[in-house]
């Protein structure tokens, strides 16, 4: 008789960690609270337009494609994707912009129009940071974490100081670029996982090395149709989804976890993977003392927490000509927007912007001559700072956003052209989705919140429970969170025998 599993999230991770233990002939239920499956990776669908909640884009497509391989079909028949190019269009405050393609023709033309030093200094950063990016590929991101000793070794050790993690991001890119533009053109991304350039490890500046030497894609249907395809292919394999589902409690008994409450009943699994956000879980899951371990709720609370976001998701009766499907508009000073954001926690005055057109490129996400304008606006997280994301809050920086997009060609009437829209708060963040302190990305990835020193997949005093999703190890960001789920699932097999 199968042995069953218990997913506690329909999330990224959730979904996937299903699909790997149903492969391996698990009987398994994913228990999710919200009517919809999908976390953070959702979607909106009104009015004859749709957009994408979260996540948007689409890096390192083998990554999204392999979970589909693992259970033996073909991610075509899924996740269809296209490469998109360009990948982006940046806009700076001086008026540059930068049409930022993977095609190495197009590339060194539009590096070498800025100058030849610097278009060597950027292909000498793309070499440098490749070699660390397979260093910590195969030592650090593949691999999972159980005790002292599969970190502190000598290998792992003389591995890690070759990620030469202890410059800041920015810092580690201006030693090999010297135009401003180009420093925040490779800075920026790390505002992908919720952390500063200015104080993230350099090791992420993998990220647009990534989008560099693999593509942006897209989706079509958004990136939600990477949700929708791991629901199909779940439920193809024989899984259960529960939706409107909450898990109230995870029963411990002599160091196992062995039951989870749901409403009145408890249920009695022989192993439970958790995908909720971590430290929500440890908090109002894990009640346990013993099982919490050193992730007692006030050390929680000590933890640092990546930053969040504001989003307007903008339904307009026109098109707009001007934009590409992922555009950053920075902001006039870049650094005191970090700054506000990571440092003094208030509203970013002037704040740098990030504009999705999906409808672009895919008539499906909006009606005729209509787009569908996602709008992100990374603010701080809700432990920080003293904004309230009361209405008031929300309609007077809506206004800002929306004279500030007033300014893009296209756009110099935006607000008598919205004909639908819906906004999304870190309180959202919190309460929809249960990131704690509305960190959108979860625990910031901080040198001593990475690698060894996060969270791992496999509890740490408690048997037969697992844990996945970005606040675990090895981090956030769609490709990194599905490789969570692939660790704690390897870590369960491990445990029973199969790995």
């Given at each position: 008789?199968?042995?069953?599993?218990?997913?506690?999230?329909?999330?990224t991770?959730?979904?996937?960690a299903?699909?790997?233990?149903?492969k391996?002939?698990?009987?398994?239920?994913?228990?999710?609270?919200?009517?919809?499956a999908g976390g953070?990776m959702?979607?909106?669908k009104?009015q004859?337009f749709t957009?994408?909640?979260?996540p948007?884009?689409v890096?390192m497509p083998?990554?999204?494609r392999?979970?589909?391989?693992?259970?033996?079909r073909?991610p075509?028949?899924?996740?269809?994707?296209?490469?998109l190019d360009?990948?982006y269009?940046l806009?700076?405050?001086?008026?540059?912009?930068?049409?930022v393609?993977?095609e190495?023709t197009?590339?060194?033309?539009?590096?070498?129009?800025?100058?030849?030093?610097?278009t060597l200094?950027?292909?000498?950063y793309l070499?440098?940071?490749?070699?660390?990016y397979l260093?910590?590929?195969?030592?650090?991101?593949?691999?999972s974490?159980?005790?002292?000793?599969d970190f502190?070794n000598?290998?792992?050790?003389?591995?890690a100081?070759?990620?030469k993690?202890?410059?800041d991001?920015?810092?580690?890119?201006?030693?090999?670029?010297k135009?401003?533009?180009?420093?925040?053109?490779?800075?920026?991304?790390?505002?992908?996982i919720?952390?500063?350039?200015y104080?993230?490890?350099s090791?992420?500046?993998?990220i647009?090395?990534?989008e560099l030497?693999y593509g942006?894609?897209y989706?079509?249907?958004?990136?939600?149709?990477m949700?929708?395809?791991?629901v199909?292919?779940?439920?193809?394999?024989?899984?259960t989804l529960?939706?409107d589902?909450?898990v109230?409690?995870i029963d411990?008994?002599?160091?196992r976890?062995v039951?989870?409450?749901?409403?009145?009943?408890?249920?009695s699994?022989?192993?439970?993977?958790?995908s909720?956000?971590?430290?929500?879980?440890?908090?109002?899951?894990?009640?346990?003392?013993e099982?919490?371990?050193?992730?007692?709720d006030?050390?929680i609370d000590?933890?640092?927490?990546?930053?969040?976001?504001?989003l307007?998701y903008?339904?307009?009766d026109?098109?707009i000509?001007?934009?590409?499907v992922h555009?950053?508009?920075f902001?006039g000073?870049f650094?005191?927007?970090?700054?506000?954001?990571?440092?003094?926690?208030?509203l970013?005055?002037?704040?740098?912007?990030?504009l999705?057109l999906?409808?672009?490129?895919d008539a499906?996400?909006?009606?005729?001559?209509?787009?569908?304008l996602?709008?992100?606006?990374?603010?701080?997280?809700?432990?920080?700072g003293?904004v309230?994301?009361?209405?008031r809050?929300?309609?007077?920086?809506?206004?800002?956003?929306?004279?500030k997009?007033?300014?893009?060609?296209?756009l110099?009437?935006?607000?008598?052209?919205?004909?639908?829209?819906?906004?999304?708060?870190p309180?959202?963040?919190?309460d929809?989705?249960?990131a704690?302190n509305g960190?959108?990305?979860?625990?910031?990835?901080?040198?001593?919140?990475?690698?060894y020193?996060?969270p791992?997949n496999?509890?740490?005093h408690c048997?037969?429970?697992?844990?996945?999703?970005?606040?675990?190890?090895?981090?956030?960001?769609?490709?990194i969170?599905?490789t969570?789920a692939?660790?704690a699932?390897?870590e369960?097999?491990?445990?029973?025998g199969?790995?």
């Amino acid at each position: 008789m199968a042995k069953k599993v218990t997913i506690i999230g329909a999330g990224t991770a959730g979904l996937a960690a299903g699909i790997r233990l149903l492969k391996n002939g698990y009987e398994v239920d994913i228990c999710e609270r919200l009517p919809q499956a999908g976390g953070k990776m959702n979607q909106i669908k009104e009015q004859g337009f749709t957009f994408d909640v979260g996540p948007t884009i689409v890096m390192m497509p083998d990554i999204y494609r392999e979970i589909f391989e693992y259970a033996g079909r073909n991610p075509q028949d899924y996740i269809p994707m296209k490469r998109l190019d360009p990948m982006y269009v940046l806009t700076f405050s001086d008026g540059e912009q930068q049409r930022v393609s993977s095609e190495l023709t197009e590339l060194t033309g539009m590096l070498e129009s800025i100058s030849p030093e610097d278009t060597l200094g950027y292909f000498n950063y793309l070499a440098d940071v490749y070699k660390r990016y397979l260093v910590a590929k195969d030592e650090f991101i593949d691999k999972s974490f159980r005790d002292r000793g599969d970190f502190y070794n000598l290998k792992s050790l003389a591995n890690a100081m070759k990620l030469k993690t202890f410059d800041d991001a920015y810092t580690s890119i201006s030693k090999f670029v010297k135009n401003e533009n180009l420093r925040k053109a490779l800075a920026f991304q790390t505002l992908y996982i919720g952390i500063s350039p200015y104080q993230g490890p350099s090791i992420y500046t993998i990220i647009p090395m990534i989008e560099l030497l693999y593509g942006v894609w897209y989706m079509p249907g958004g990136i939600y149709t990477m949700a929708e395809g791991m629901v199909r292919l779940f439920e193809e394999l024989g899984g259960t989804l529960r939706l409107d589902t909450p898990v109230d409690c995870i029963d411990i008994e002599n160091g196992r976890a062995v039951g989870v409450h749901i409403g009145d009943t408890v249920e009695s699994p022989d192993y439970i993977v958790c995908s909720a956000d971590f430290p929500y879980a440890m908090k109002s899951l894990v009640h346990n003392e013993e099982a919490k371990g050193k992730y007692t709720d006030d050390k929680i609370d000590e933890l640092e927490y990546s930053c969040s976001c504001f989003l307007l998701y903008l339904g307009l009766d026109k098109k707009i000509p001007d934009l590409a499907v992922h555009n950053i508009r920075f902001g006039g000073d870049f650094d005191q927007n970090v700054r506000e954001i990571f440092e003094t926690y208030t509203l970013p005055e002037d704040p740098s912007i990030y504009l999705y057109l999906p409808s672009k490129i895919d008539a499906s996400m909006a009606p005729e001559d209509c787009e569908a304008l996602y709008v992100l606006v990374p603010v701080s997280e809700l432990s920080k700072g003293d904004v309230l994301w009361d209405n008031r809050t929300i309609k007077a920086y809506r206004e800002k956003i929306l004279d500030k997009l007033s300014a893009i060609p296209g756009l110099e009437d935006i607000e008598s052209h919205i004909v639908f829209e819906k906004s999304l708060t870190p309180l959202d963040f919190q309460d929809t989705f249960h990131a704690y302190n509305g960190a959108t990305f979860g625990l910031k990835p901080t040198l001593f919140q990475s690698n060894y020193f996060r969270p791992h997949n496999k509890a740490d005093h408690c048997e037969g429970l697992y844990f996945c999703g970005s606040s675990v190890h090895p981090g956030a960001g769609v490709p990194i969170v599905l490789t969570s789920a692939k660790l704690a699932v390897d870590e369960l097999l491990r445990d029973d025998g199969l790995l």
